[in-house]
């Protein structure tokens, strides 16, 4: 399509202030064509301060060139919008994005058409948004956005994830005007960090449901697109979103990190913004741009790769479906070897960091022979021909343990002929949430429980003379929490993996329409590294994981320690360090969280300090002790 000069021209325009029902005043820029006219919008509502960058990113400026103005709000209490934030995914910023999206109709620039988009926190609250159903939203695509808070992201398997996250940026002078002390002091006396919503809500119910558009799927009626990686967070919960949905659908998953397909390793790329655009072009502009022919399904079916800490592109093939989960599986049963095994709360090391790590991804799966001799081993002999497994693979087993309270993880890996075992995918539960996440349960000890785990969703063709492994373990060390009682755990007869085996497609789907990225792959040494360690004490018995990276305008850092002794007592150390030239001001925000557990309760001990010119401004901390609940 050939535009002129002037229709790839785009205006910004800074710190639009959107009203709220209660006056809390959100902060937006605006990145739109600089031709006259009223124009669709898409919407991205973030708590990731907007003003961090000067110049719009290259993904707004796309879609501003091809006549979209694109609304990026700071959530209230973060960035330079008002109010404060006193939980995650709070009732008020749930509502604010609704109120925002008709805002927006509403505007002399926009032509009543509104879509919106995210990745990660952003892709949540497309979620929240779309599931409150406002008039105005046409469409919402979804990068990296989960369907559950609590399964997905907090509590993975009924354990809590040693992760945690504050915020306490100021918003910045040159863009609130004189208030900005007034709006920056608001937020540093009532936001309340995140962290203890989390830890305060152990088990499912109210709290997590209000934050998760799981099960109530029907809620959305507008078109969604959901975009994920298979070395990326949420893969598994946006195909059953897909899966679940009754709206115009479409799913994309391919090899990717938690980066948008535009630039994001594993590659290969995609021209993702292309695909973006096909979407809001058919739903906020009416333009048939063939999308609604296109089989709504392409994967990425993964092959054999020798594990590595960090690659910059996988190896396998993008093909099409016409379904989520597709029709002509057929289920392929392993039976599992019975014995008992000691709990190690060091296994999962060679699981890598969940999604790859931050950005880039460091931290991808490595040889699974490290963790397997902590695990309950069962090996196939070579396959006889290629299987395809794609789908969620199902653990079913039998269980006992000599402890109340257990974690069993379940690992599928591709065992090569020179004995490398290649991560495929895991999944793990708490045996205590058997029933329910709502209600655990504790164990008697050595009465034998059925335990369905889930793995997570995967594509992956295992060639012909290599075998399958299933390792079954009771720890995932960077994942999951570890239980708090040494045991010996207990697999027994009549336990079995299920795998989705997809058979060719006959006939054959054409091809996907993708066209790869404007931006090349770069060379692995491009790729800037984090600290990245795994250490053992052996007088004291204990293993620490250290991370830190450069993550948005800050540095990450985190560091969780375990004792193989005493796996009741853990700590995880996470700071964020922000650092935001403004106005003739050097501002440092530095927030710590100490999560730590003994065999009673966890403890968590939040520290925000600000310095401002080198000097001490703010210092709060927060500090609370939450029993535990069977985890």
Same mark, same amino acid.
């Given at each position: 399509?050939n535009?002129?000069?002037?229709?790839h021209?785009?205006k910004?325009?800074?710190?639009?202030t959107?009203?709220?029902?209660?006056?809390?005043r959100?902060?937006a820029?605006?990145?739109?064509?600089?031709?006259?006219g009223?124009?669709?919008?898409?919407?991205?509502?973030?708590?990731?301060?907007k003003?961090?960058?000067?110049?719009?990113?290259?993904?707004f400026?796309?879609?501003?060139?091809?006549?979209?103005v694109?609304?990026?709000?700071?959530?209230r209490?973060?960035?330079?919008?008002?109010g404060?934030t006193?939980?995650?995914?709070?009732?008020?910023?749930?509502?604010?994005?609704?109120?925002?999206?008709?805002?927006?109709?509403?505007?002399?620039w926009?032509?009543?058409?509104?879509?919106?988009?995210g990745?990660?926190?952003?892709?949540?609250?497309?979620?929240?948004?779309?599931?409150q159903?406002?008039?105005?939203?046409?469409?919402?695509?979804?990068?990296?956005?989960?369907?559950?808070?609590?399964?997905?992201?907090?509590?993975p398997?009924?354990? %809590?994830?040693?992760y &945690?996250?504050?915020?306490? !940026?100021?918003p910045? $002078?040159? /863009?609130? #005007?004189? =208030?900005?002390?007034?709006m920056?002091?608001?937020?540093?006396?009532?936001?309340?960090?995140?962290?203890?919503?989390f830890?305060?809500?152990?088990?499912d119910?109210?709290?997590?449901r209000?934050?998760?558009?799981?099960?109530?799927?029907?809620?959305v009626?507008?078109?969604?697109?959901?975009?994920?990686?298979?070395?990326?967070?949420?893969a598994?919960?946006l195909?059953?979103?897909?899966?679940?949905?009754?709206?115009?659908?479409?799913?994309?998953?391919? %090899?990717?990190?938690? &980066?948008?397909?535009d630039? !994001?390793?594993p590659? $290969?790329? /995609?021209? #993702?913004? =292309?695909?973006?655009l096909?979407?809001?072009?058919?739903?906020?502009?009416?333009?048939?741009?063939?999308?609604?022919?296109?089989?709504?399904?392409?994967?990425?079916?993964?092959?054999?790769?020798?594990?590595?800490?960090?690659?910059?592109?996988?190896?396998g093939?993008?093909?099409a479906?016409?379904?989520?989960?597709i029709a002509?599986?057929?289920?392929?049963?392993?039976?599992?070897?019975?014995?008992?095994f000691?709990?190690?709360?060091?296994?999962?090391?060679?699981?890598?960091?969940?999604?790859?790590?931050?950005?880039?991804?460091?931290?991808?799966?490595?040889?699974? =022979?490290?963790d397997?001799?902590?695990?309950?081993?069962?090996?196939?002999?070579?396959?006889?021909?290629?299987?395809?497994?794609?789908g969620?693979?199902?653990?079913?087993?039998?269980?006992?343990?000599?402890?109340?309270?257990?974690?069993f993880?379940?690992?599928?890996?591709?065992?090569?002929?020179?004995?490398?075992s290649?991560?495929?995918?895991?999944?793990?539960?708490?045996?205590?949430?058997?029933?329910?996440?709502?209600e655990?349960?504790?164990?008697?000890?050595?009465?034998?429980?059925?335990l369905?785990?889930?793995?997570?969703?995967?594509?992956y063709?295992?060639?012909?003379?290599?075998?399958?492994?299933?390792?079954?373990?009771?720890?995932?060390?960077?994942?999951?929490w570890?239980?708090?009682?040494?045991?010996?755990?207990?697999?027994?007869?009549?336990?079995?993996?299920?795998?989705?085996?997809?058979?060719?497609?006959?006939?054959?789907?054409?091809?996907?329409?993708?066209?790869?990225?404007?931006?090349?792959?770069?060379?692995?040494?491009?790729?800037?590294?984090?600290?990245?360690?795994?250490?053992?004490?052996?007088?004291?018995?204990?293993?620490?994981?250290?991370?830190?990276?450069?993550?948005?305008?800050?540095?990450?850092?985190?560091e969780?320690?375990?004792?193989?002794?005493?796996?009741?007592?853990?700590?995880?150390?996470?700071s964020y360090e922000?650092r935001?030239?403004?106005?003739?001001?050097?501002?440092?925000?530095?927030?710590?969280?100490?999560?730590?557990s003994?065999?009673?309760?966890?403890?968590?001990?939040?520290?925000?300090?600000?310095?401002?010119?080198?000097r001490?401004?703010?210092?709060?901390?927060?500090?609370?002790?939450?029993?535990?609940?069977?985890?």
């Amino acid at each position: 399509m050939n535009r002129s000069a002037a229709e790839h021209a785009v205006k910004v325009l800074r710190h639009v202030t959107i009203p709220m029902r209660d006056g809390v005043r959100l902060s937006a820029h605006l990145t739109m064509p600089v031709a006259e006219g009223r124009f669709p919008a898409i919407l991205e509502y973030t708590p990731y301060h907007k003003g961090d960058y000067t110049e719009p990113p290259a993904r707004f400026r796309y879609f501003a060139e091809r006549g979209y103005v694109i609304v990026n709000v700071d959530v209230r209490g973060t960035g330079d919008s008002e109010g404060v934030t006193t939980d995650v995914y709070s009732d008020d910023e749930r509502r604010d994005g609704y109120e925002a999206i008709e805002w927006i109709a509403r505007q002399s620039w926009c032509d009543g058409n509104v879509g919106m988009f995210g990745i990660s926190y952003c892709g949540v609250v497309c979620w929240h948004v779309a599931a409150q159903a406002p008039p105005h939203l046409k469409a919402i695509i979804v990068r990296s956005g989960t369907d559950d808070i609590y399964t997905e992201w907090t509590y993975p398997g009924g354990c %809590p994830r040693p992760y &945690m996250y504050e915020n306490y !940026a100021p918003p910045n $002078p040159e /863009l609130v #005007g004189e =208030r900005w002390s007034e709006m920056w002091r608001q937020r540093l006396e009532g936001n309340v960090p995140w962290g203890i919503g989390f830890i305060s809500h152990q088990t499912d119910g109210p709290y997590w449901r209000a934050r998760s558009l799981r099960p109530d799927y029907g809620r959305v009626k507008c078109p969604v697109f959901v975009i994920d990686g298979w070395a990326d967070w949420y893969a598994t919960p946006l195909l059953r979103a897909f899966a679940n949905l009754n709206v115009p659908k479409r799913a994309l998953i391919g %090899p990717w990190s938690h &980066m948008w397909p535009d630039d !994001a390793i594993p590659g $290969p790329k /995609l021209d #993702g913004n =292309r695909e973006c655009l096909k979407w809001f072009d058919q739903w906020l502009k009416g333009i048939d741009t063939g999308v609604l022919r296109e089989p709504p399904v392409t994967i990425f079916v993964r092959e054999y790769f020798q594990p590595t800490i960090m690659f910059v592109e996988d190896k396998g093939h993008f093909r099409a479906e016409n379904e989520w989960p597709i029709a002509r599986t057929r289920e392929e049963s392993l039976s599992l070897r019975e014995g008992a095994f000691e709990y190690r709360p060091d296994a999962g090391i060679a699981a890598g960091r969940h999604g790859g790590g931050p950005f880039p991804p460091w931290g991808m799966p490595l040889d699974q =022979r490290a963790d397997e001799i902590h695990s309950l081993v069962t090996t196939t002999g070579p396959l006889a021909e290629d299987w395809e497994i794609t789908g969620n693979p199902l653990a079913e087993l039998r269980v006992s343990s000599t402890a109340d309270i257990t974690l069993f993880t379940v690992k599928l890996s591709d065992v090569a002929p020179d004995g490398t075992s290649n991560l495929i995918t895991k999944g793990y539960l708490n045996a205590t949430h058997r029933e329910s996440h709502a209600e655990p349960a504790p164990l008697e000890p050595g009465k034998v429980y059925e335990l369905n785990v889930e793995l997570l969703a995967c594509s992956y063709r295992v060639a012909k003379g290599h075998r399958l492994r299933v390792a079954i373990a009771g720890a995932d060390l960077q994942h999951c929490w570890p239980t708090p009682k040494p045991c010996i755990n207990t697999i027994h007869a009549g336990s079995r993996m299920i795998l989705p085996v997809v058979p060719s497609q006959a006939p054959k789907l054409p091809e996907p329409d993708l066209r790869p990225s404007p931006y090349p792959l770069p060379r692995r040494e491009q790729v800037a590294a984090p600290e990245y360690s795994v250490t053992h004490d052996l007088v004291r018995e204990t293993t620490t994981v250290r991370y830190d990276t450069r993550c948005g305008a800050g540095i990450n850092r985190s560091e969780f320690t375990i004792s193989r002794r005493e796996p009741a007592r853990t700590t995880c150390k996470a700071s964020y360090e922000y650092r935001k030239p403004m106005s003739g001001m050097d501002v440092v925000v530095n927030t710590q969280c100490v999560t730590s557990s003994d065999e009673k309760a966890f403890h968590h001990l939040v520290d925000a300090a600000i310095i401002v010119n080198g000097r001490p401004y703010f210092q709060k901390s927060w500090n609370i002790s939450v029993p535990r609940a069977f985890c």
